[in-house]
């Protein structure tokens, strides 16, 4: 597929069976809203050129077997700007997914709004922006597929508005276009692999593997469930720790299974998102769907680094969506704590952890949590669902390190391991206080 592939191109890439939706009619004076003087002759131009009578083409099919709404832009029609009649044909196929229970596809590649329409065109984002949110309360998912270039309001709505944001190689993105940003930008901001290094979306995925993502994504977020998702089979030590001391060596030992064998294990197979739409990313937090068993789990699995902000909020993300569309979520704790750098306090750590905290708090979706390493205070915690954790022989969670627990009494470093024990770390303990449920893994 070349980088102008026509709107047309990119459905046939990614769908079967593509069915277009009737398109609203609209009676237009001459020469637009605005009378701007040759803007009916630039319309026939396009489309004469496209085959298209406006920038967008909106139908049915499906991918990989899930009929999905496809939104796809026609680049080579005016730049795939919005104006009036392409709002016309975004609401209507939204009202349409809507109405038919099924997910949507937005294929963008936009310059943005048409300036021949001015202020009328610009308004279409509201528009756009209210289809979009009437369908995200509606419980529908919207997978966005960033192509090149997808820039303006369009980015700033039907790509970056989505529930899961995928791009193609090389793509340019970014709400300043080309011709109108500083003459010293460096131009590789304005990339999909710098959206996703700064958090904006989830992946690039190359053309050839775009189907098959695409059609992952659809069936797992289109299958929801109202069971809790089953706690994962400890990997590692089977017996428990006789001392505080002995639990936290064991969960601090680099030879204990650690998140990506859990997810592993679990699902028969995953896809990440990636990223807090606030400009940051972890990878100590790993966040994604998959399937278990035939249906779809969310997971939120810290990888035993100190988790950073961004961590927090694409976690607490991941949980409002899965949420919203009645998926489970399956929490995995493994931090010895919140990063406490000075960047981090400068990203926020304390309103992300508070965020999540209330994420977790507010879901109506089952939350199962199983920790797998270290509870490290309240780092830890806000990952944790109340009522329903779990832990593993190889784990331990404190209010404080054992360290620090000493060093804020004024304890001599001989008495660490004294601590450990006094502050009943081991899973036993943790049961006995209530903290964590008990079954075959504890």
């Known amino acids: 597929m070349t980088e102008r592939a026509t709107a047309r191109e990119v459905i046939a890439l990614v769908a079967d069976d593509f069915g277009e939706l009737p398109y609203p009619e609209r009676q237009s004076k001459p020469d637009g809203p605005l009378a701007w003087r040759g803007y009916d002759a630039s319309r026939a131009r396009a489309a004469e050129r496209t085959g298209e009578e406006e920038s967008v083409v909106c139908g049915t099919a499906h991918v990989e ?169 400890p990997l590692g030590a089977t017996d428990l720790p006789a001392t505080g001391w002995d639990a ?81 979520v399956l929490t995995l704790v493994d931090t010895p704590g919140a990063a406490n750098d000075a960047e981090a306090e400068r990203q926020g750590a304390g309103a992300a952890i508070a965020d999540l905290f209330g994420a977790v708090a507010s879901a109506r979706t089952p939350i199962t949590t199983l920790l797998i390493g270290e509870g490290g205070s309240g780092g830890a915690l806000a990952l944790a669902a109340p009522g329903d954790t779990w832990a593993t022989p190889d784990s331990y969670f404190s209010v404080i390190a054992p360290e620090l627990a000493a060093a804020i009494l004024k304890r001599p470093p001989e008495e660490i391991e004294a601590t450990a024990d006094q502050l009943r770390i081991r899973p036993q303990d943790l049961a006995e206080l209530g903290v964590i449920r008990t079954g075959d893994g504890v």
């Open 65 to 233: 077997g899930t009929r999905a709404v496809l939104i796809s832009f026609e680049f080579g029609f005016l730049g795939g700007s919005l104006g009036e009649r392409t709002g016309d044909r975004l609401e209507a196929a939204y009202t349409y997914a809507r109405e038919h229970r099924l997910p949507v596809v937005p294929l963008v590649a936009t310059g943005g709004s048409r300036m021949q329409e001015g202020m009328l065109a610009l308004t279409q984002l509201q528009r756009v922006a209210r289809q979009s949110a009437l369908t995200r309360e509606a419980g529908l998912p919207q997978i966005a597929v960033l192509r090149d270039p997808t820039t303006g309001g369009g980015w700033a709505t039907l790509g970056a508005g989505a529930d899961v944001i995928l791009a193609l190689p090389g793509a340019q993105v970014g709400f300043a276009g080309s011709r109108v940003r500083p003459p010293d930008a460096d131009p590789a901001a304005y990339s999909a692999e710098a959206q996703v290094a700064a958090g904006a979306a989830d992946a690039v995925v190359p053309p050839q593997d775009l189907r098959r993502t695409l059609g992952r994504w659809l069936r797992l977020l289109t299958a929801p469930s109202n069971e809790a998702a089953p706690v994962p089979a």
């Open 248 to 328: 936290v060596r064991r969960a601090r030992s680099p030879q204990r299974p650690r998140a990506d064998a859990y997810l592993d294990a679990y699902f028969t197979y995953r896809v990440p998102v990636s990223g807090d739409r606030c400009g940051g990313t972890d990878e100590g937090m790993l966040c994604g769907f998959g399937e278990h068993e035939g249906r779809t789990v969310a997971y939120a699995a810290q990888a035993g680094t100190a988790t950073r902000p961004a961590g927090y909020r694409t976690a607490a993300r991941l949980i409002r969506l899965a949420d919203r569309l009645g998926i489970p």
